[in-house]
């Protein structure tokens, strides 16, 4: 429909109708005008299957939902790395939402996954922006090219779950931007999702439904996102400021009293009335682009989109470990050991629940395989071993050529609504572990969990496969993997660290009280493991393959570059092993000379190849400003500084194959203004200005008479003590130590300083 046509629609509402436009007919919907042809639309969870509550609507996955299919969630599907994959499985749920006539589907999760202990990690994508962003994107293109709408959340900040609803994130400008701002951007600009999410939490002291800086200025002005921003469920807690600082639509719906409180303030001159015909605009605008766009031939076929979910749940599964125990054999006697073989842990708990209409276990994908045995080993419960179940699980275990153990973390560990306490498995799984691998030297442990977890016995197994929380056909994946017939090709999307301790928010985390002090700052995940040269137990971009990858011939369209051009990277990549495999190539940039404090190295570009036995194929990126650049809050922009980079081409963050360097020149020159408070050492850091203070460097202050001092009786003045004195000392400080001069005659020195500068 066009603009103008929603307009005139908006000029036909009353008051009291526009107003109620703004918030949710009942906890899915949203209002509908019948006399001006204005239809309800219906929005669902979200964000990896379709949770339609056709009854009693809740925002916890308390009450039932239709049957529908369960994808692998955010932590699995963003270690596929594969956009393709992501924007296939976005393309079932837009099929899916068609058919069931639901107009937006609530997701996909972007928040950073600050601390492995925040309960939703598993809806989430990572703990890099930039994968982030990629993968949330690439599931909104598939959504929106069936003519639904996707609604990217929980727009801001929102790390954890612990007082998620009143917890106020405090975040320094630079980290917001490289790090918490940076994975919706990068997912809002290039897929332009129909509408935002606003989360609970405060930002900086201002929730982010009355975050007139986040869901107007950057949201809107910056970055011109033209959909419609809906709260979370209950988020609204100032209705009127609300609406002023961007926020469309409230659900699910105050019973009518916050659309009175907006009546009441368009009548009291309080609130413009544009500002409430811009919203209903927004929002009208997506419910006709649904509405014109529906597909009656859309079929909800839960069959087929079971295959999808495994098909996805192939690339999702991460090989940590393999010391030559994988693939296994199908012929071979294999104990499958532990509760999660027969009923796995696929899905986490909370608003994301997903009644699935089956699933398939380990042990239902190897039916008829008459060398599989199996054996519970434990029950998820209640953290106690049962020495029944364990000593029958040892004895099976002992009996075979090889045990593979299903185990995990059981959904009281980690859910929606609340934190990890810590980051270890249950001690029974531990133990069960531990003695199994006391009588069968060949164990493999599979892993169900949405977020890290401590690995004791990481020495003692011989394989481990990271299977996340991986959808109804997690099983029938799995089993993929373990006997060959699919090649691993997942990465992690998140560092695996030893232990909870060495994670960079654990000194902050989660705040006092809803006090929540980011003070990691930009040091988020292998950005600190990194610069702190910390041994991890499994690094970032980690994930191991049943064939191997040769990098070769790493090249650049160009040397250097302005920062306002753009650079190819390209790298040639082998498959050198036996068998067709997929890789994830990953390209980081690192400034190798910088006066601001940056990480080692960032990632700026991955591509997923596929390749057969001795296949060479070319991978290509493209590089921008952005991948050279860092926030400057001094500017409150972008910035590069001009100088040498370096790229470097791997399989892990900790697995580098080839570098080059580059050098990339700035086009902005930093405002300076210097005062008397400026160092010497940064006025000198300008060649140009050396002739200004030449008078000033003659004073002994300055270093006048350096050689004489360092070379005097007092061996302990070096001439390294007093260039750095002098560097460090403001211009002012001739005024105390030098021949006669005045403030005046400084005030005057940076004057003329200041006016090269502007020249
Ligand atoms: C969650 C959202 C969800 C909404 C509706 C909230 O509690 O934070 O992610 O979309 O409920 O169920």
């Not at 046509?5 to 009291?16: A, D, F, G, P």
Request: charged share 25%; aromatic share 8%; hydrophobic share 40%.
């Amino acid at each position: 429909m066009t603009a103008e046509k929603i307009r005139e629609i908006v000029s036909q509402m009353t008051l009291e109708e526009k107003a109620s436009m703004c918030s949710g007919a009942d906890f899915w919907h949203t209002e509908a005008v019948e006399r001006l042809g204005i239809p309800a639309t219906m929005v669902s969870d979200g964000p990896h299957g379709l949770r339609k509550q056709d009854q009693e609507g809740d925002h916890l996955g308390v009450n039932d939902s239709i049957k529908a299919v369960c994808f692998p969630a955010g932590c699995g599907t963003a270690a596929s790395f594969n956009r393709e994959l992501l924007r296939q499985m976005g393309e079932a749920l837009g099929e899916e939402c068609q058919a069931e006539g639901v107009s937006v589907i609530l997701g996909p999760a972007v928040n950073i996954k600050r601390s492995p202990l925040c309960g939703r990690n598993f809806e989430y994508y990572s703990e890099d922006p930039f994968v982030a962003g990629e993968m949330a994107g690439a599931l909104i293109h598939g959504v929106q090219s069936k003519n639904v709408g996707t609604s990217i959340k929980h727009f801001l900040a929102n790390n954890q779950e612990t007082r998620r609803m009143s917890s106020d994130s405090r975040i320094d400008e630079r980290t917001l931007r490289e790090i918490y701002l940076a994975a919706f951007e990068g997912a809002v600009k290039k897929e332009k999702p129909w509408t935002v999410m606003c989360s609970y939490n405060r930002i900086n002291g201002t929730y982010a439904a009355e975050n007139h800086k986040y869901l107007t200025e950057v949201l809107r002005d910056e970055w011109g996102f033209e959909g419609y921003v809906m709260s979370d469920w209950g988020a609204v807690n100032s209705r009127v400021k609300d609406l002023q600082a961007g926020l469309d639509l409230e659900m699910p719906s105050s019973n009518g009293s916050n659309d009175k409180l907006i009546v009441g303030a368009v009548q009291s001159g309080e609130l413009p009335e544009k500002v409430l015909d811009a919203a209903v605009a927004r929002i009208l605008n997506i419910v006709f682009r649904y509405e014109e766009n529906r597909d009656k031939s859309a079929v909800f076929d839960r069959d087929r989109d079971h295959e999808m979910a495994r098909k996805v749940a192939q690339e999702t599964i991460v090989l940590l470990k393999n010391e030559g125990v994988l693939p296994l054999s199908e012929q071979g006697e294999i104990a499958f050991i532990g509760k999660y073989a027969k009923t796995p842990r696929y899905q986490g708990g909370g608003s994301s629940h997903i009644n699935s209409h089956k699933v398939t276990s380990a042990l239902d994908a190897v039916e008829g395989m008459v060398n599989v045995t199996y054996a519970q080993g434990f029950d998820d419960k209640e953290d106690k071993t049962d020495e029944k179940l364990l000593a029958e699980a040892v004895e099976t275990a002992k009996k075979a050529k090889a045990a593979v153990i299903f185990a995990g973390l059981p959904d009281a560990f980690e859910s929606e609504g609340f934190d990890r306490k810590h980051m270890r498995m249950p001690d029974c799984q531990n133990e069960l572990i531990a003695k199994v691998v006391a009588v069968q030297p060949n164990t493999i442990v599979v892993l169900h969990n949405g977020s890290p977890v401590e690995m004791p016995w990481v020495n003692d197994v011989k394989g481990i496969v990271e299977a996340y929380l991986g959808g109804q056909a997690v099983g029938g994946a799995v089993c993929d993997i373990l006997f060959g017939r699919v090649n691993p090709s997942a990465k992690l999307p998140e560092t695996f660290p030893l232990k909870l301790e060495d994670n960079p928010s654990y000194l902050f985390y989660i705040g006092e009280g809803d006090v929540v002090e980011y003070r990691e700052g930009i040091f988020v995940g292998y950005r600190y493991y990194d610069k702190k040269k910390q041994e991890v137990l499994f690094p970032f971009g980690h994930g191991l393959s049943y064939t191997t990858f040769a990098y070769s011939n790493l090249r650049t369209d160009k040397d250097s570059m302005k920062d306002t051009d753009i650079m190819e990277v390209s790298v040639d990549i082998k498959n050198t092993g036996g068998m067709a495999g997929k890789e994830v190539v990953q390209l980081y940039v690192a400034d190798k000379e910088s006066t601001v404090i940056r990480p080692v190295k960032e990632l700026k570009g991955f591509e997923k190849v596929e390749l057969a036995p001795g296949e060479t194929k070319t991978v290509t990126f493209t590089l921008d400003k952005r991948a050279f650049a860092y926030y400057s809050a001094n500017i409150h922009d972008w910035h590069v500084e001009t100088g040498a980079f370096e790229i470097m081409v791997g399989a892990s963050s900790a697995d580098i194959r080839l570098t080059k360097e580059v050098n990339v020149e700035s086009t902005v020159r930093l405002p300076f203004v210097y005062t008397p408070d400026t160092t010497m050492g940064d006025v000198l850091d300008d060649p140009r200005a050396r002739e200004i203070v030449k008078e000033l460097l003659e004073q002994d202050i300055f270093g006048g008479s350096a050689e004489e001092k360092s070379s005097a009786a007092n061996e302990a003045i070096t001439a390294e003590m007093n260039e750095a004195m002098a560097r460090f000392t403001p211009l002012r400080g001739v005024v105390s130590f030098g021949s006669g001069f005045t403030m005046a005659d400084v005030q005057d020195i940076a004057n003329r300083l200041n006016a090269l500068e502007e020249s």
